[in-house]
């Protein structure tokens, strides 16, 4: 592990602040959800253009909620990895991940190369095959 005692503390710490304000987010982006669907349901009945634009917000907030998941996912997933000693090594190459990206993004499980062959192979997958 590349990493020294004092970057895994400081990466530990990170991952802890920001696990905890993404659970607030979802708190918040939950409890404001609700409170809207409360006020559909006590308002006045909308016309069509206002239900497609609630309908809009209401997709925006849950694509918003569902990326937080996945951040949250993939924190706690980093700190199972620190757990059993393999946090900062790349899950698919097996060398250093680099305490820059993790600092940059604690939650990160690969390699800046081996990334960007994951997210091309995620934005190809739609794609035609030959
Ligand atoms: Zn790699």
Known sequence: ???NT??????????????????AEIRAD????????????????????DESV?????????FDVSRDLSELRELEAARERMASGEYGVCIDCGSDIGFARLRANPGAARCIGCQEIHEKTYAGSGGPKL
């Open 6 to 23: 004092e970057q895994t503390n400081e990466l530990r710490r990170a991952i802890d602040r920001r696990h905890k304000a993404l659970i």
């Open 30 to 49: 939950v409890a404001k959800a609700r409170r809207e669907s409360f006020g559909e349901l006590a308002g006045a009945a909308p016309d069509s253009g």
């Open 1 to 3: 592990m590349a990493l």
């Open 54 to 62: 609630a309908a809009l917000l209401q997709d925006l907030d849950q």
